[in-house]
């Protein structure tokens, strides 16, 4: 569904990203992992179109989607969540889904119906999905990180994604809020059939329930395989117990 | 022969020598907004009012001092310091405690400043045009360009701009405390933790931008009538040159002075009723070509 | 806050309100008839400026060359072409609408600070180019006397003309921010790289916002034309683009109703506090500073905050 071919990007000298290769299949769940400042955040960015690549490739269902700008990347089928929380605080929990949602439905452009009576029965339906139904009309810049992290998957959720890229989705949560967002992760792929691809540190989520899992270093793919033929690979084992911090 | 004459007409050789006498009002006053900006990230519309606070102190204090040389001179001196405390007091008090917060909040006390001392002005010094009278080394003009007559008061500030533009660079680029600034312009936390005290850095270049504002506007008290609303048009020209010549950069802001003082001299001498109007579409010309300035901005 | 919350007692204030301002003329000395006139359209042009600023959080510095540029329009219109003034109100809004267009089409590429320092200098070449042209603009004097129909000419026709014209532009202004298009415009303020990535062409959102901006804020210029017969070049001055936003900050820029009551305050501040003093700037400076710090939702945001306790924090925004 997703194939990255010899992606780069390069800041001021310091080449972030560096030939990297990725491959997601329909329905997989993939994980991107790899020491800090290895560029896994850069690559979704220049996926997901935030940043421009020097060079590579993108193909998304076989189109080539590289360098598009974000919203066009999202209407192909694309959703994303960010590392660091990126909601609109000044809204309610509802507000935020709903505008993901009327986005999607291409209704940003009406000028005149109040905003109040549409999509109320889908929103409702993805707040119930995630868990926030209680807190919807809360102001999202107060509610909990926690909470905050949910609402962006649930975003990313509203535009009906085919792939859903979550970056680090359980950083900064507390042990039941991980386990959590974790279960949520299963069932969409499960039960929605969703193809998702995301990068986290923690080794045992990533273990726990990725199919296949990409290992990144310097900004370059270093081998993208099951959970087996990572765990075993020797650059993979220097990489990670060669004195670079997780987390 | 012929053709040089025709080009360098005393005319217009005349004309662009006032353009230049202008510029280097502008280019003071533009170089401390564009310091203030740069390095604090406040456009800061308070400038025009001390430009103005400036010109008028510069009419008490020579008055004070007899008016003569003697008045003029410590009046230069004096005006611009008086004006840098008031800027160091406003500072300590009011805007230091904003930093943090958008810039637009910034912004916008800077522009109640300017209306507080729009009033003060008025309030201190009444609402006539004041005089401040040409010292007498500098009365009478010097002959130039055939024979036309070129203020000796204007060869002085023509004398006066490259020395500013040169103690500035001095101050920015050679001491210790210039470096600092230009690094908390970039990054402020890393300065802060590298255990400097970066409010005192930002009080500093901000006196010295309003010193600068304060400095202008004496220099320029001798040569046009002191009045309420100098302010006015003058921040609005000066934030344009500071806009085209590139955030926080001294040569930009020379650069844009002289872009706009020229402009507006030769405009006058091509277009008489819309020669003012030369100098803002220059603008819009070079903003439109290159929006972030023409020299490179410390952001 | 999307919306006016208010809640009932907002309801039953306002309709006092709408009454009173309907019966003004009835009671109230001319003089004051044309102040609220005045503040009305002022109050119009504010709340136009704050669709983009409080609510799409694009920092237009120089709004005023909308109305401006509506009124000459207008102005220009009627004097020098020989149709009904009718056509030179609708002309009006439609210029200002247009140019926003192209100065929003050059500014909208560059991000924010780069946009409202280009606006600047777009507008006060607009400016300064009415200043100069003394035959075509009436330079520094302005156009006065300005024919206007007969049926809104005199004082009270002109004040309800103006009331129900600054209604019909609020009713919509409400509308259009309560709107899916208002959503979607207040999470581009709040965050626009999550807005790009839930499939929101962010750039052309804003476009079409400072088009309506632009619009609306020549509606205001329009309306000032009935009220006063003149066009001045200073009603394109940057000071007063920097004084429409302070109107709305003082009243508080994340409500609706903010920037109307800013207006009211700024303008009734320089009526009643210059007659007893020349000094009225001093007062709305301090007054300024005081928002600023202890007030910085405005005035209406106090209050709204104050009644639903939803207290968010502003972020820096760089």
Redesign the interface.
């Known amino acids: 569904m997703l194939e990255v071919k010899s992606l780069s990007k390069s800041f001021g000298g310091f080449a972030a990203v560096k030939g990297a290769n990725l491959e997601v299949e329909k329905g997989e769940i993939v994980a991107v992992i790899g020491p800090n400042g290895a560029g896994k955040t850069t690559l979704f960015n220049l996926i997901?179109?935030?940043l421009k690549p020097e060079n590579g490739k993108v193909f998304f269902k076989g189109e080539d989607i590289t360098g598009l700008?974000?919203?066009k990347v999202?209407?192909r089928g694309i959703?994303?969540s960010?590392q660091v929380v990126?909601?609109?605080?000044?809204?309610s929990i509802f507000?935020?889904i709903?505008?993901?949602i009327?986005?999607?439905e291409r209704?940003?452009?009406?000028?005149?119906?109040?905003?109040?009576k549409?999509a109320v029965e889908e929103t409702n339906g993805v707040l119930e999905s995630v868990g926030l139904m209680a807190k919807k009309d809360r102001?999202t810049?107060?509610i909990s990180h926690g909470d905050r992290k949910v609402l962006e998957i649930a975003?990313?959720l509203?535009?009906n994604p085919e792939l859903l890229i979550l970056d680090e989705p359980t950083a900064g949560m507390a042990p039941e809020e991980t386990s959590r967002c974790i279960e949520l992760i299963e069932d969409l792929s499960r039960k929605r059939g969703l193809t998702i691809l995301f990068c986290e540190h923690d080794m045992e989520i990533v273990f726990g329930i990725a199919n296949r899992i990409m290992v990144m270093v310097r900004g370059g793919t270093v081998i993208q395989g099951s959970r087996e033929e990572v765990r075993s690979n020797q650059a993979v084992q220097e990489a990670y117990l060669g004195g670079s911090d997780a987390c | 022969m012929d053709l040089i004459y025709a080009i360098l007409s005393p005319k217009l050789m005349s004309q662009i020598f006032v353009g230049l006498s202008r510029t280097v009002i502008l280019f003071i006053v533009a170089s401390g907004l564009s310091l203030i900006l740069g390095v604090l990230r406040i456009p800061n519309i308070w400038h025009g009012s001390l430009y103005m606070v400036g010109a008028f102190m510069m009419f008490t204090i020579s008055g004070a001092f007899g008016g003569g040389s003697v008045g003029f001179w410590m009046a230069l001196i004096l005006a611009p310091l008086g004006v840098a405390f008031v800027s160091l007091i406003a500072e300590r008090s009011f805007f230091q405690h904003l930093y943090e917060r958008e810039h637009i909040m910034l912004l916008l006390l800077t522009f109640a400043f300017s209306l507080v001392f729009g009033d003060l002005v008025k309030m201190v010094w009444g609402m006539e045009y004041k005089s401040v009278p040409v010292p007498q080394i500098f009365q009478g003009s010097v002959h130039l360009f055939g024979g036309l007559p070129f203020p000796l008061y204007n060869v002085f500030l023509l004398a006066i701009g490259p020395i500013v533009a040169v103690a500035l660079w001095l101050i920015v680029n050679k001491t210790k405390i210039g470096k600092i600034s230009r690094a908390a312009a970039v990054d402020r936390e890393m300065v802060g933790a590298v255990g400097i005290n970066v409010s005192w850095v930002f009080a500093f270049v901000f006196i010295i931008g309003c010193l600068l504002a304060g400095l202008g506007g004496a220099l320029v008290a001798p040569t046009v009538n002191v009045s309420l609303g100098m302010d006015q048009t003058l921040i609005m020209e000066a934030f344009l040159i500071v806009i085209i010549g590139g955030l926080g950069n001294i040569w930009g802001a020379l650069l844009g002075a002289l872009i706009f003082g020229l402009a507006q001299s030769l405009g006058i001498l091509i277009w008489p009723q819309f020669g003012i109007v030369f100098p803002y579409a220059a603008v819009t010309i070079v903003l439109l070509l290159r929006p972030t300035g023409l020299l490179k901005s410390t952001w | 806050m999307s919306k006016s919350t208010l809640g009932g007692k907002g309801r039953i204030v306002g309709g006092a309100v709408l009454i009173l301002l309907f019966l003004f003329p009835l009671f109230l000395p001319r003089f004051y008839i044309y102040l609220v006139s005045i503040i009305l359209l002022t109050g119009l042009l504010a709340t136009s400026l704050n669709l983009p600023l409080g609510y799409g959080g694009i920092f237009q510095f120089h709004h005023a060359v909308f109305y401006g540029v509506g009124a000459y329009g207008a102005a220009l219109m009627i004097t020098k072409s020989g149709l009904s003034p009718w056509i030179g109100f609708v002309v009006g809004p439609l210029t200002a609408a247009f140019l926003s267009l192209i100065m929003g089409f050059i500014c909208i590429r560059l991000s924010k600070l780069y946009f409202g320092m280009l606006q600047i200098s777009l507008g006060s070449l607009v400016w300064i180019i009415v200043y100069r042209w003394y035959s075509f603009t009436g330079g520094d004097n302005g156009i006065h006397g300005i024919p206007v129909p007969d049926v809104i000419s005199s004082q009270n026709s002109a004040y309800y003309f103006t009331l129900l014209v600054t209604l019909v532009s609020l009713w919509a202004l409400h509308k259009i921010i309560n709107s899916p298009f208002g959503s979607t415009l207040q999470g581009i303020r709040d965050n626009p790289v999550r807005s790009a990535m839930i499939g929101i062409n962010v750039k052309l959102h804003q476009l079409v916002v400072l088009v309506i901006a632009g619009f609306f804020a020549g509606v205001a210029g329009s309306l000032f034309i009935v009220v006063d017969t003149a066009v001045f070049p200073d009603m394109l001055f940057w000071i007063f683009s920097l004084e429409v936003l302070i109107m709305c900050l003082l009243g508080g820029w994340f409500t609706f109703l903010g920037p109307m009551l800013g207006a009211a305050i700024i303008i009734c501040m320089r009526t009643f506090v210059s007659g007893f003093t020349d000094y009225w700037t001093l007062p709305l400076g301090i007054l300024m500073i005081l928002v600023i710090f202890f007030l910085p939702n405005g005035i209406l945001g106090y209050i709204e905050e104050k009644l639903h306790g939803t207290l968010v924090e502003q972020t820096v925004k760089e």
């Not at chain 1, 990126?86 to 809204?91: E, S, T």
């Not at chain 1, 209704?107 to 905003?115: E, H, V, Y």
């Open positions: 997901t179109g935030v700008p974000s919203y999202c209407k959703s994303r960010f990126n909601v609109f605080q000044r809204l507000e935020n709903q505008i993901s009327l986005s999607r209704r940003t452009w009406n000028l005149f119906t109040p905003s109040a549409l102001t810049g107060l975003m990313a509203g535009g």
